[in-house]
C-alpha cells in the first residue's frame, strides 16, 4: 500500500509511501549464532580499547586514522564538539563499567589504577557541563558502581576505598559554580580550575543554553548525593528540573530547544524528541526509576501525553512549535531521535516504538548508517554518520520487551556495517564524517553485547540497575538512600488519575507471536526507493500517464475516477485536511497501479516544494471599544486577492454577517454587508466563490470562519486559502480565514456589542499606534446578526495550493455526511469577552514572536 499523509502545515505535505509487500517471519537465531555474535562484540571493543590504550591514552580520545591521541588545543578545534574534552584521559573513565559488563574484570582493576593514578581533574580548561556530568561524572559513578559490586563478590577489588567517589565528588564540587544563576539552570560551559566567574575562566558569558543540557543532570547528579550523603547536588539537579517544568509551554506542555539562563525566556520554541531535548525526557522517566520520586513520573507523563499528540506520527517523530504545536518546525529528523523508541519501551508504548524504529532501521539499510539527519522522504540531510549509539540502544529494548528474533538480525546488521564501513586498523572511524571511539566503547558496544548475551554471560543482574544516557550503571538501591522531598509547588497542576504506575507485561501485550511483525510490514518498504523497476508496457490505447499531480484538482469527477482507477482514495479528514491513500491491487490494471505509485511520489516531490512557499500568518485586530486593540486573533491568508503584506495601514472596518452565512450564492443583505468586512462561514464552495459574492456585495474584505467545532490555530495547522483552478485577478478585496476558536470570539464579541471594528493586516499593531485602536464614534448603525440557527456545519474544505499555478488550490466540494445543531444561546456556556481575551494573550505574544521568527 503506498499512503500518502498530509503534513501538519497545509498545503504541504508529509508523505509515507508504503507497499504491499509479503516478508518471511524472522526464524529464531539458535544460541551458537548468539554466542558468535556476542563474541564479535567483544573482539571489536577488544580492538578499539586496546588502540586507545596502546596509541592514545593519557588523551581524551582516539584518531583512529592517524593512530594519535586527540590532546586538546594540539589538533584542529572541531568547534564545540571539543567541549566534551578535559584532558582528564574521558575515553578510559567512559568506559570502566563496560570493562566489568564484558568480564573484564582485570583490565576494570588496571583501569581503575590508572584512573586514580594519572587522571587530573583540575586542569585549567572550559569543557561542557553536560558532557562532563554525562561522560565523566557518570563513568566515575559507574565504575565505583561496578567495584562496590565485585568487592562485595569477596574476589576482587578487595583494595578499593571509595576512590573513584571520591573523584567523582570533586568533580561534582566543581561543576557546582555553574548551577549559581537566578534561575538555577547551569553555565553550559565551566573552567574545571576556575570555576564561571572571573577573568581566568575565559567562560561564564553564555547567556542560552539547551534543555537536555540543563535537564540531564539529576541521575548523576542525585546519584553522587546518595553515594556520598551530601544532598546539594541533587538539590541543584531538582532546581534546574523545576524551573524548566515551570518554563514549559502551558497549553501544549512541552519545551523548546533552546532556553537563557537568566531570564528563563525560550529562545528556541521549536520542539522535539531529538537534538536539544531528547535526554530531558530520559532523565525524568529515568529518575523515577532510580530514585522512586512520584513527581518525575508525573511530569514525563503529561510531557509524553503531548509528545504523542503533536510530535509522534508514526513512524515518524517531526520537531512543532511550542506555542503552535500544530506547525512543523522542520521537515526532517535528527539520529539523536534513535533513542526514543527505547525510551518507549519503558514507558510501556510498544506500537509506536515498534513502528519508528523499523523506520529508523529501514533508512540505516538504506545509507548503511543512521544519518545525522535525513528528510521525512527518507532521503541525506546532514551527509555525516557519526556512528551514535541510540538506534542500538532501542534495538536491545525492544529485543528485552518483545523476545522478537527480529531484533537479533538488526543487531547483526549493525555489527556487520561497522566491520564493512568503519573499522580501520587503529579502531573505528566515523562514515562519511568525523568522530571517534569513545560513544562505541561507553554505549554502543554495550548495547549489542546485552543484545546477543545469554543471563549466564552477564557478570551480574543489570535489571538491578538503570542505564545513564551514556548508558553508564547506576544501582537502583540509591531509591532507598538519601532522600530529598520534592518541590511541591506545582503539585496542585499535576492529576495522578491518568497515570499507570506499572510496568507492562510483554506476554500479554504481545499474545500473538507475528504482532510486532505486523507493525513492521507496511513500514518496511518506505524508505527503500533507492532501486527503481522498469516501467511496465502501456496497455494499448492508453497513451501517456493519465493524470500528473501538478493538474490534479480534488473536486474534478474526472480527476477522482482517474484516481480511483489507479487505486489511489481520497479521504477528507475532519480537521479539513485530505488524505490519499493507494491500494495497488484495488487498481483496474498493472500499469494503472503503477500510475498510482508515480503519482503518489509526484505529490511528494510537489508537497516539499510547496512547502517552501508557504505564507505568513495573518492578523484579524478587534480594535473597537472595549477591545482597543488588545485581541488579535491569529488568519490564515488566501492565495488570491488583496496582498496585506503589500499593504502598511491593512484593511480596517465593522464586521457583518453574510446571509446567507454560508456565502455561496449571491448575498441577501447585501445593502448592510456594502462598506463593511464580511463575515461568512466554511463550506459548500470554493473560497473564491464565496470572495467574489461578498465583493459584489461591496464588501471592503472578507473573514471565513471555521465550522469544524473547536479548530484552533494552537492545535491546527496554519490554513491557506487556495483559488479554484481559474484566474483570481477578479478578486481585489482581502480574504483571511479564522479557525472555529477564533472565529467564535470575534462573534461572540459581536454578540455583545453588536459594533465590532476590526483590522485586517500582514501582522498586529501596537494600541498606540496612529490609525489602528483610536476609539471612532461616528459609528455606523447596529448590525443586525442574523438567526443562530444559521450558524450550522457545512461540508469541509481542504485548500492547498496546486502545484504548478499561482492561484490553483485542492479544494473539496462533497458536503459532510455529519450536521451539527444550531449554536446554542446559553449564558452558562458562553464564556466573557476578557475571558477570551485574556486566553488569547499569550497567542498574542506567540504571534508577535512569530513575525519576528519570519514564520
Not at 564540587?173 to 548551577?179: I, N, Q, T, V
Not at 491568508?637 to 488583496?642: R, S
Not at 496582498?643 to 472596518?653: H, I, P, Q, W
Request: glycine fraction near 6%.
Amino acid at each position: 500500500m503506498w499512503k500518502l499523509r498530509p503534513a501538519i502545515m497545509s498545503p504541504a505535505f508529509i508523505l509515507l509511501l508504503l507497499l504491499d509487500i509479503t516478508v518471511r517471519l524472522s526464524h529464531a537465531m539458535n544460541r551458537e549464532e548468539k554466542h558468535r555474535l556476542r563474541n564479535q562484540v567483544v573482539e571489536m571493543f577488544n580492538h578499539a580499547y586496546q588502540n586507545y590504550m596502546d596509541h592514545a591514552y593519557p588523551a581524551d580520545e582516539l584518531m583512529p586514522l592517524t593512530c594519535r591521541g586527540r590532546v586538546r588545543g594540539l589538533e584542529p578545534s572541531r568547534g564545540d564538539v571539543d567541549d566534551a574534552l578535559g584532558k582528564f584521559s574521558l575515553t578510559l573513565i567512559d568506559t570502566l563499567d563496560t570493562l566489568v559488563l564484558l568480564n573484564k574484570t582485570e583490565e576494570f582493576e588496571e583501569a581503575v589504577r590508572r584512573v586514580l593514578k594519572d587522571v587530573r581533574l583540575d586542569n585549567d580548561v572550559v569543557v561542557s557541563v553536560f558532557e562532563t556530568n554525562i561522560r565523566v561524572l557518570g563513568g566515575l559513578l559507574g565504575g565505583h558502581s561496578m567495584a562496590v559490586m565485585l568487592k562485595g563478590g569477596g574476589q576482587h577489588m578487595l583494595w578499593y576505598e571509595d576512590e573513584l567517589l571520591h573523584m567523582a565528588r570533586d568533580l561534582g564540587l566543581r561543576l557546582l559554580p555553574a548551577f549559581n544563576t537566578s534561575s538555577g539552570l547551569p553555565y553550559p560551559r565551566i573552567n574545571l580550575r576556575h570555576g564561571v566567574v572571573g577573568p581566568e575562566t575565559r567562560t561564564g558569558t553564555e547567556t542560552d543554553t539547551c534543555t537536555a543540557c540543563a535537564g540531564t543532570i539529576i541521575l548523576e547528579f542525585a546519584a553522587l548525593s546518595r553515594f556520598t550523603g551530601d544532598p546539594v547536588f541533587e538539590a541543584h539537579a531538582r532546581r534546574a528540573l523545576d524551573f524548566l517544568w515551570e518554563k514549559r509551554q502551558r497549553n501544549s506542555n512541552l519545551v523548546g530547544t533552546t532556553i537563557n539562563i537568566h531570564s528563563g525566556e525560550w529562545v528556541r520554541r521549536d520542539s522535539g524528541v531529538g537534538a536539544g531535548i531528547d535526554s530531558y525526557y530520559e532523565y525524568l522517566l529515568k529518575a523515577y526509576v532510580l530514585l522512586g520520586d512520584d513527581q518525575f513520573l508525573q511530569r514525563f507523563n503529561i510531557h509524553y501525553a503531548s509528545i504523542m499528540k503533536y510530535i509522534s506520527q508514526p513512524p515518524l517523530l517531526l520537531d512543532v512549535h511550542i506555542h503552535k504545536p500544530r506547525l512543523p518546525a522542520r521537515t526532517w529528523m535528527d539520529s539523536l531521535l534513535a533513542f526514543f523508541p527505547g525510551l518507549q519501551v519503558l514507558k510501556g508504548d510498544i506500537r509506536p516504538a515498534i513502528e519508528t524504529h523499523e523506520m529508523l532501521y529501514q533508512v540505516t539499510r538504506k545509507h548503511n548508517f543512521l544519518p545525522e539527519a535525513f528528510t521525512t522522504d527518507f532521503q541525506v540531510h546532514w551527509a555525516q554518520h557519526p556512528l551514535r549509539p541510540e538506534f542500538a540502544e532501542s534495538t536491545y529494548f525492544l529485543y528485552k520487551a518483545t523476545r522478537d528474533p527480529y531484533y537479533l538480525d538488526v543487531g547483526r546488521t549493525v555489527l556487520e556495517n561497522l566491520n564493512r564501513f568503519a573499522r580501520v586498523p587503529c579502531g573505528f572511524r566515523c562514515y562519511e564524517g568525523t568522530c571517534n571511539g569513545l560513544l562505541f566503547l561507553a554505549e554502543m558496544f554495550k548495547y549489542l553485547f546485552l543484545l546477543f548475551a545469554e543471563d549466564e554471560d552477564l557478570p551480574f543482574d543489570v535489571e538491578d540497575y538503570v542505564f545513564t544516557t551514556e548508558a553508564h550503571l547506576l544501582p537502583l538501591s540509591l531509591s532507598t538512600a538519601l532522600h530529598l522531598p520534592p518541590n511541591n509547588t506545582a503539585a496542585d497542576e499535576l492529576d495522578d488519575a491518568n497515570f499507570e504506575w506499572t510496568c507492562p507485561n510483554t506476554r500479554l501485550l504481545f499474545p500473538d507471536p507475528a504482532y510486532p511483525r505486523s507493525l513492521r510490514e507496511p513500514i518496511r518498504s518506505a524508505v527503500d526507493k533507492s532501486c527503481p523497476r522498469p516501467a511496465p508496457p502501456r496497455e494499448a490505447g492508453l497513451g501517456r500517464a493519465p493524470l500528473r499531480a501538478q493538474d490534479f484538482m480534488a473536486n474534478s469527477p474526472e480527476h477522482l475516477e482517474l484516481l480511483r482507477r489507479m487505486g489511489v482514495s481520497l479521504i477528507h479528514l475532519k480537521d479539513g485536511r485530505v488524505q490519499l491513500v493507494q491500494h495497488a491491487s484495488q487498481a483496474v490494471s498493472a500499469v494503472a497501479a503503477e500510475d498510482g505509485m508515480r503519482f503518489m511520489q509526484e505529490m511528494m516531490e510537489l508537497s516539499s516544494q510547496q512547502q517552501k512557499e508557504q505564507l505568513p500568518p495573518r492578523a484579524v485586530q478587534i480594535i473597537s471599544h472595549p477591545f482597543l486593540g488588545r485581541v488579535v486573533l491569529t488568519a490564515g491568508p488566501a492565495q488570491f486577492g488583496m496582498d496585506l503584506s503589500k499593504s502598511s495601514l491593512g484593511v480596517r472596518g465593522f464586521v457583518a454577517v453574510v446571509e446567507p452565512y454560508s456565502g455561496c450564492s449571491e448575498l441577501t443583505n447585501a445593502e448592510f454587508v456594502a462598506g463593511r468586512i464580511a463575515l461568512l462561514q466554511r463550506g459548500q464552495c470554493m473560497f473564491a466563490e464565496k470572495a467574489r459574492h461578498i465583493q459584489k456585495a461591496g464588501a471592503i474584505g472578507g473573514i471565513v470562519i471555521d465550522d469544524n467545532e473547536g479548530s484552533s490555530s494552537d492545535t491546527a495547522p496554519l490554513f491557506q486559502m487556495a483559488g479554484d483552478g481559474r484566474s483570481t485577478d477578479d478578486v481585489t478585496l482581502p480574504l483571511l480565514f479564522l479557525f472555529h476558536k477564533e472565529g467564535s470570539i470575534l462573534l461572540q464579541a459581536l454578540k455583545e456589542h453588536r459594533e465590532v471594528e476590526v483590522l485586517l493586516s500582514e501582522k498586529a499593531r501596537d494600541r498606540g499606534e496612529e490609525d489602528c485602536c483610536a476609539e471612532d464614534h461616528s459609528t455606523p448603525a447596529h448590525l443586525a446578526t442574523p438567526d443562530q440557527s444559521q450558524f450550522t456545519t457545512q461540508e469541509q474544505e481542504f485548500a492547498g495550493e496546486e502545484p504548478g499555478r499561482s492561484e490553483a488550490g485542492l479544494s473539496n466540494d462533497t458536503p459532510s455526511s455529519a450536521e451539527e445543531g444550531p449554536v446554542e444561546d446559553d449564558s452558562s456556556k458562553s464564556q466573557s469577552v476578557d475571558s477570551l481575551m485574556a486566553d488569547w494573550q499569550e497567542d498574542l505574544e506567540a504571534f508577535k514572536q512569530m513575525e519576528k521568527d519570519e514564520l
